[in-house]
């Protein structure tokens, strides 16, 4: 069984990305329609309270302040990447990496986040506020790659075996101009 979820879920990663080769325009936008902790509570590593969603803006969707609670020791990330057809499809995992990694290699997700706000580039992170600006993203920010539609990502940050942080950001990635109005939402 599981076997045949990791051909569906190879298959459909495929599909996406032969389907991008061929779509109308490579140059993407991308609009944050929500971002919140998996429990629906504050974890220890952040309080995300202070950041919202805004409909109806020409920017991609987010603004307000994120604290990071602590500074970061060498914790490692990882998830899940997730395509809406008629229910949410896990399509890709994200590999487990260290933070410190993630921010030397760049991960398409955070570059776009560091764009706009003033998240770190580079290690040791320490605590402290990031404020998030609701600012147009560049169509050139968004790689091809990326499939359109209504995404969602889970992100798992572990400190040795314990979850010290879990969120959910839902996008809605569209060729062309962005929507005025919220779509993916269940």
Same mark, same amino acid.
């Not at 490579?26 to 929500?34: A, W």
């Not at 572990?158 to 101009?177: D, E, F």
């Given at each position: 069984?599981?076997?045949?979820?990791?051909? %569906?879920?190879? /298959?459909?990663?495929?599909?996406? *990305? #032969?389907? /991008?080769?061929?779509?109308?325009?490579?140059?993407?936008?991308?609009?944050?329609?929500?971002?919140?902790?998996?429990?629906?509570?504050?974890?220890?590593?952040?309080?995300?309270?202070?950041?919202?969603?805004?409909?109806?803006?020409? @920017?991609?969707?987010?603004?307000? =302040?994120?604290?990071?609670?602590?500074?970061? +020791?060498?914790?490692?990330?990882?998830? %899940?990447?997730?395509?809406?057809?008629?229910?949410?499809?896990?399509?890709?995992?994200?590999?487990?990496?260290? *933070?410190?990694?993630?921010?030397?290699? @760049?991960?398409?997700?955070? =570059?776009?986040?560091?764009?706009? /706000?003033?998240?770190?580039?580079?290690? +040791?992170? $320490?605590?402290?506020?990031?404020?998030?600006?609701?600012? $147009?993203?560049?169509?050139?920010? #968004?790689?091809?790659? *990326? +499939?359109?539609?209504? #995404?969602?990502?889970?992100?798992?940050?572990?400190?040795?075996? $314990?979850?010290?942080?879990?969120?959910?950001?839902? *996008?809605? #990635?569209?060729? @062309? +101009?962005?929507?005025?109005?919220? %779509?993916?939402?269940?």
């Amino acid at each position: 069984d599981s076997q045949h979820t990791l051909e %569906m879920n190879l /298959s459909l990663t495929l599909f996406f *990305a #032969v389907f /991008s080769l061929f779509s109308p325009s490579y140059e993407k936008g991308i609009k944050i329609e929500e971002v919140r902790t998996c429990s629906g509570k504050q974890g220890q590593l952040t309080d995300i309270s202070g950041l919202h969603t805004t409909e109806g803006t020409d @920017g991609w969707g987010l603004h307000g =302040k994120a604290l990071l609670l602590h500074n970061l +020791p060498n914790i490692t990330l990882g998830g %899940m990447f997730y395509k809406r057809l008629i229910d949410w499809i896990p399509v890709l995992p994200i590999p487990s990496i260290t *933070a410190c990694n993630l921010l030397k290699k @760049g991960f398409w997700l955070y =570059k776009v986040l560091q764009n706009h /706000s003033n998240l770190p580039t580079a290690c +040791p992170v $320490k605590k402290g506020t990031f404020t998030f600006r609701d600012e $147009k993203i560049k169509d050139t920010e #968004v790689p091809w790659y *990326a +499939p359109s539609g209504c #995404v969602k990502t889970d992100l798992k940050f572990n400190l040795g075996n $314990k979850t010290i942080g879990c969120y959910k950001i839902i *996008a809605n #990635v569209v060729s @062309g +101009p962005l929507p005025k109005k919220f %779509m993916c939402l269940d």
